[in-house]
């Protein structure tokens, strides 16, 4: 059986473009600046696989460390006691259980907005840096 073989994957872009004479364009310049924009995108989108990696890492920490805290704290309630002070204790329990995950979410929403914002500012940084090569390619085609 012959494998597909995708006859676009062979093309030169450039060379391509070349052979089109397109008066006043910069056909290097236009491939250059496409290169930047892909360098942009693999540059966010690498950055936000790292940020949410993090964010898994951190989820799963976290609930590992409520498994702990839930498993000491059963054992700690389910101690003789008088049912006063259990409720006492499991009032107590559950308050800072809330507190906890409040505590967490937080973090977590932090954390997802830094890997956010660090990826958009890959790709604002690069959107003005294209916008002054477009203007910069039409002030050479004037002249």
Avoid: H, W, Y
């Avoid at 364009?25 to 496409?34: F, G, H, K, L, R």
């Avoid at 360098?39 to 920490?61: C, F, H, P, W, Y």
């Avoid at 008088?82 to 929403?109: D, H, R, V, W």
């Amino acid at each position: 059986m012959t494998e597909f073989k995708n006859p676009f994957m062979d093309m030169d872009v450039q060379k391509m473009m070349g052979e089109f004479k397109i008066p006043n364009v910069d056909v290097d310049a236009v491939v250059a600046a496409q290169k930047k924009n892909i360098e942009a995108l693999t540059s966010a989108n690498q950055l936000a696989v790292e940020g949410m990696q993090a964010i898994a890492k951190r989820q799963a920490d976290i609930m590992r460390q409520t498994v702990e805290e839930l498993q000491k704290n059963m054992q700690s309630f389910m101690s003789n006691g008088a049912p006063e002070a259990k409720a006492a204790k499991g009032t107590e329990l559950t308050k800072t259980a809330f507190e906890k995950a409040i505590a967490n979410m937080k973090e977590l929403s932090e954390m997802v907005a830094k890997s956010n914002g660090e990826a958009f500012d890959v790709i604002n940084k690069r959107v003005a840096e294209s916008l002054d090569e477009i203007r910069a390619l039409t002030e050479k085609a004037k002249k």
